[in-house]
């Protein structure tokens, strides 16, 4: 049995683009999360997602290990993004979008390529 720290580990390093917001992309259920996964799928590449309200224990971890108090939290290539603001804020100068696409494209066969 792995423990929750290890689960987020491994979500984490597994899933090039992942939101661990409250509720899901089609059923958000906080205006942050909203925001942010609007702003995510605007970029048009596929991306994996932990709905919190249903994890109580990552819930109550990830704050700690990401060292960031708030959900949503946006993580790209292992990297923490932010939340909805440093999201929001990504999405409307650009940034956002370049970072998924470049993350996807890199991710889009997940083998080494030469």
Known sequence: MSTTIENIQRQISENPILIYMKGTPQLPQCGFSAQTVQALMSCGERFAFVNVLDNPDIRAEL????????FPQLWVDGELVGGCDIVAEMYESGELETLIKETAEKHKDDQPEG
């Open 63 to 70: 704050p700690k290990y990401a060292n960031w108090p708030t």
